[in-house]
Structure formats: structure tokens, C-alpha cells
């Protein structure tokens, strides 16, 4: 596995190295001791798979607060995805700053989410897939978001027509008061 830190202290791209021959190729999706020696967390403790339909779908920008920090390593299956994590660690020397990875079933590429990150991705392609493996279960009670829009971090989503639920379009505007 190829791992490559982003501009976001802690965030890496994780790209498979493929072992190719005549019948096609092997690669390693995921490897406990590849993650802890590059200081990622290795615990896997559920897996999700988002299914959505049409191009332009948002979903974001989710967390968890204390003590359910997740950190998450994300794949596009099917299609494709802008995949966008906004630092929210105030100790952290990138809070406030986010990136954004294309992500596609062709490139293969994960993007590793560390703990205290929002995340959020938008669908490139209809029918679109993705697999999320977390590091802690879901916490209904701990779960929480930033808009998808806020001026505080200027994301420049892809495509114009958004299909956004309800939940996500009334996240609140980032303060620093929020609970990471």
C-alpha cells in the first residue's frame, strides 16, 4: 500500500500497490501494521456502504464528538466522488482547513479520515458507491455536522445541482465552541 500524507496534518490518500499479471492483479486493501507504523489508527470496528442514485448527491460534513471520535478510511466501489474532510482539531496545525480527493472504482484510491476530521463527500456519476470503515461504531447521541456550505471553509463543490437531505442542509455554521 502507497501512503501519501495530504495537506491536512493526518490525513493520507492510501493508494493499493498492484501485484499484475496475465490474470489481473492483488493488492492489499488494508493492513494493521502498514496503518500503526504510519501512526493511523488500525482498529476496524464497522463497516457502512452509502448507495446513491443520482449525480451531484451530498453527504457531509459528519463527525462524532467525544469519546466516539471515528477515524475513517473511505473507497468509491462504484463511480465516482468528491471526497472532502474539514479539519476540526483546534490543537491541530491545519484546523479550519479542508481538502477534497477525487475518488473513483478505477483509481482504487482510499482516503483516510483521522479522529476530529468532518467528512463529507459529493456523487461525480449516478449510481455511485461507498465503502466507509470506522474505527468506532456509530453513535447516534455523538453524532454531529458542520453545513456543507459554510463560509468558514469555502468548499467548492463540483457539481451545481445537489441533492442534500434534509439533516444536512440544517447542520449549524462552524463555531469554535463546538464539541470535536
Known amino acids: 500500500m502507497i501512503f501519501t500524507e495530504t495537506d491536512l496534518k493526518g490525513a493520507f490518500t492510501i493508494a493499493p500497490e498492484l501485484l499484475a499479471d496475465e490474470r489481473g492483479f492483488f493488492a492489499r486493501a488494508w493492513c494493521r501494521h502498514e496503518f500503526r507504523a504510519h501512526g493511523l489508527s488500525p482498529r476496524l470496528t464497522q463497516c457502512n456502504i452509502s448507495f446513491n442514485r443520482k449525480r451531484g448527491t451530498l453527504r457531509g460534513m459528519h463527525y462524532q464528538a467525544k469519546p466516539y471520535e471515528e477515524a475513517k478510511l473511505v473507497r468509491c466501489t462504484t463511480g465516482s466522488i468528491y471526497d472532502v474532510i474539514i479539519d476540526l482539531r483546534p490543537q491541530s496545525p491545519t484546523f479550519r482547513q479542508h481538502i477534497a480527493v477525487v475518488l473513483t472504482a478505477r483509481n482504487r484510491t482510499m482516503l483516510y479520515v483521522p479522529e476530529g476530521c468532518a467528512h463529507g463527500f459529493q456523487t461525480l456519476e449516478d449510481n455511485t458507491e461507498v465503502f466507509y470503515q470506522m474505527?468506532?461504531?456509530?453513535?447516534?447521541?455523538?453524532?454531529?455536522?458542520?453545513?456543507?456550505?459554510?463560509?468558514?471553509?469555502?468548499?467548492?463543490?463540483?457539481?451545481?445541482?445537489?441533492?442534500?437531505?434534509?439533516?444536512?442542509?440544517?447542520?449549524?455554521?462552524?463555531?469554535?465552541?463546538?464539541e470535536v
Open 135 to 178: 474505527s468506532h461504531s456509530y453513535a447516534p447521541v455523538h453524532a454531529r455536522g458542520v453545513r456543507w456550505n459554510d463560509p468558514a471553509f469555502g468548499i467548492r463543490w463540483p457539481v451545481p445541482e445537489r441533492i442534500i437531505s434534509e439533516r444536512d442542509q440544517c447542520f449549524p455554521d462552524f463555531s469554535p465552541s463546538f
